[in-house]
């Protein structure tokens, strides 16, 4: 939008009793001085930040006045179309044009009540045509239409008021015929294009000959040309009114609503006239009734009528949500009430934020959307959407157009394409088989000629007989399978493309679901062993995958090769050098025994028991549990079975770190049931942060950012990907500074300042922020520079990929060396295939939590953080980024305890660089292949 964010004014909050009176729309001017809201200030700057200053309005003002008589002068002779160049989509042969006469070329909407947006200004000159013979069929409309535009553009490719090679075509996608789009010559063409539309006031069709849209659309265009134009353009140049007028229309750019043309000036004319807004409110006031009534008008089977304050019920031909004065003609025939309620929930969710985050932070589709398809070709926008919903029915929630390629240049060929967005609904989007009616009822027909040769006949086990289309393939395929069947049955010649699913090739696994079911089989065993001294009283899991957060699939292999061997059923290191060992992280979990009076005071005697007792759980469940391998392993109890380890330790539920770990756990482990979404997610979020080498933020911090992130969302996505993009669009957008970012129903009374740099609140915290409290304000900031980066581009595997260029040296690792090389995004990318589950059975415990990456990383921060930071990619990164704290300026004076990694040259005390980066190479023998020094300054 090119707004100056910074300039805009801190709004403070409100008392009660004004917050009352200002949404009763009663927050005047006090006793008659001059109190101003700092909301409606922060309106009025955002306003006159992208309204044209009065110096261009003035040459604007000029060019359409000079523009418009140029295009008054224009000539529309007798010819036959096939004779005419450049026509915006081919004519028979046999097509005739009897030539026309131009009636008349005003501005119309922004342009005409000086209200226009910048930058990307579009505004709308309307021609008013009369032909010479009036047509009686739509196919000679559309021959004239075309002949005269052909004419027009002709003309204008000579005219030296516009910008060269900016003449195009346009075919809107709430229009059914082109318009021409240009800029003006200079300056103001820079941000600003005009589209001039060709209207012909006194015409009427033969209705037999005439579709129902099209004629719709023809008495649409004729009620504004009779009036209703002048009506909203005339509202729309009171002072008040424009403001808010243009803060709608920020909005809708924000929101990437996708609209038709005077829409917002007619709902606002539509709340003037039934009194919901008054000239004595102010802008926001206004902007803020507006969102509260198009909120509380979802239209399901409904219609509102101009000036009438109460819907009616749906009747006649026309699905238009809109309807005029009269009661019947439809103000926008080409919108549907799917893109209607797309409008609404904007609305609603736009009345609960305040002038920043409504007007300053846009919003892609890729984020509100769980898929976008992009449907290439010629096609009729309505009816797309129309059989659209007709063949994915419950499986969503939202289907509304969010965009398309609908410009092409005069003397180009014409390509289209619309952008549908959708919304699953999570509980049947992923369902294999689309169920018509019984064979036998009268719409079985209507469900066979839909579908075609898919639909088939299937008896159900209560005997009834269904019409049925059957849908093979992944359960995120079905949807984009139902949308490529529709578009290849009902729309020929058309090709679907598909985005939103690319984030599915970076996951592999479930996140840890398989090691949770089986601790979901062991419960009950754990629970009944009844020879332990004390029994268990409570089993929570502590892991991430009770979560369903883990990253990657832990395939546990037979020992084998030189770096690991077998001692009585336990993996062991030889020391020797090779391939390093595969990660396995075992899901952890905490067995509370029952309470007693017996369990002794002292820390460590309880330490003792803990073992001792864990250590008779082991042997109870040996006996219990077939082919399950029990060890204890230091102070933990690991088993191995089904594939999958688990290791457990004895705690107090809600006590100390681990029992308030339980806690969160649990709760994350709701938000992973109510939100389809989550797993995936929380998984992409932490493979984004760790390409990005942002390694050093805690893993639970992310995922207490992600669960809030989803539970306080109005538009939660089903996808994984599209949850991710609202998570990157949050950091991106959320001022850290002024306020956390809260979990619904989690509030504090401490100030901002007493909060961590990452503030979240969330549910099960000791303290507010409490699981976010190691992350620092450079952490936090860099987060948040890299969130707003990646949105900066189209949404893809590229925001996996990190930049270097800022870092001083990079320490290249053995690939061969990394144990979590299976995870790297490189390699994913490459198969394209998941890993699949092992089928072979495994008796020996593998290596657990053996990470020498980590390792090696920690040991550089501890030796040489003074001087350096170590940031890595903890899922099969192979680059250690290292960046410097201080260049180590020489200093006459030095105290002997720091002297560590230092030279001394011609009588000076430096960094030795080169002996340190030595050390580097050295600490990590056999894991570092080499040193590169990419800042070489830093050896001078």
Known sequence: MGIKRDAVPNTASKSADKRARFEAGLDLLPGGTGHADLEDTAVEHIVREVKAPKVVQEKLDIWVENFSKFITGCSFPKASPSTLPHLPSPLPLTAKYPGATLLSCSPVGPLNTKSLVFPTARGQLLASLQFAKQPQTAEKLHSYLSSCLAQLVSQLSSCPLLEPDSLHYQLSLFSNWPSITLRPAGKLGKHLSIELVLTVPQLSLQAADCEQLLSDSLAADQLFSSGLQVEVDSLSSQATYQTAVMALDIWARQATLTLPRNLLGTIMLHCHTTTLVTNTMKPWQMVKKVWGTLAALPLANQQLILGVLDPVPSSGTSTCPLLGRDGTSPLFPALTHAQWGVLVLAAARAGGMGVEGSLLKSLKAELVFDRVFEVKGEVEVVKLVKNLCQGLGGRLTTLAVVGGERKWKVKEERRLSVEVGVRFDPTVYWQPATQGPEASCVEAQQFREFWGDRSELRRFQDGVVKEVVVWSGEKEDVVGSVVRAVVGRHHKGCEVEERGDWGGGLLSGDGGGEAKAVLDKLVPVLYGLEKLPLKVAAVAAIGGQARRSKVGQDLIKEVGGKTVKEENGVAKLTGKLGMAAQLVEPMDVMLVAEHSGKWPKDGQAVRRVRLAWLGEVGRQLEKKVEKARVKVMGE?????????????????????????????????????????????????????????????????????????????????????????????????????????????????????????????????????????????????????????????????????????????????????????????????????????????????????????????????????????????????????????????????????????????????????????????????????????????????
């Not at 998570?727 to 009374?749: E, F, K």
């Not at 006459?892 to 050390?919: F, Q």
Request: include cysteine; proline fraction near 7%.
């Open 636 to 940: 933990r109890l690991v088993v191995m079975m089904s594939g999958q380890v688990l290791r457990f330790c004895v705690g107090d539920r809600g006590e100390g770190e681990l029992g308030q770990l339980c806690e969160l756990s649990s709760w994350l482990g709701g938000v992973d049931r109510t939100w389809p979404a989550w797993s995936g997610c929380v998984r992409l979020v932490q493979r984004w942060a760790a390409s990005h080498l942002l390694s050093t933020i805690p893993t639970i911090s992310l995922e207490v950012s992600v669960a809030t992130v989803l539970s306080s969302s109005p538009f939660t996505p089903t996808s994984p990907t599209a949850a991710f993009l609202l998570w990157l669009h949050t950091m991106a957008t959320h001022d850290w500074n002024l306020s956390p970012l809260t979990y619904p129903g989690c509030a504090t009374t401490m100030p901002r300042s007493s909060l961590p740099p990452m503030a979240v609140l969330c549910p099960h915290s000791p303290s507010p922020s409490y699981w976010t409290r190691s992350v620092t304000w450079p952490e936090l900031q860099r987060l948040v520079n890299l969130a707003t980066t990646s949105l900066s581009s189209p949404p893809s595997t590229s925001m996996f990929k990190p930049s270097l260029t800022c870092y001083e040296a990079l320490i290249h690792l053995k690939p061969l060396q990394v144990p979590t090389r299976n995870l790297a995004i490189s390699s994913m990318l490459e198969t394209k295939e998941m890993t699949p589950s092992t089928t072979i059975e495994v008796s020996t415990l593998p290596i657990l939590s053996h990470n020498p990456v980590s390792l090696f990383v920690s040991t550089l921060q501890s030796c040489y953080g003074n001087l350096a930071n170590f940031y890595y990619d903890k899922f099969g990164g192979t680059v250690v980024a290292v960046k410097l704290i201080t260049k180590g300026e020489a200093k006459e004076k030095v105290k002997l305890g720091d002297l560590t990694c230092k030279m001394v040259t011609e009588g000076t005390v430096s960094t030795n660089w080169g002996a340190v980066m030595e050390d580097w190479a050295i600490l990590g023998e056999g894991l570092v292949r080499e040193v590169e020094v990419v800042n070489t300054d830093l050896l001078l």
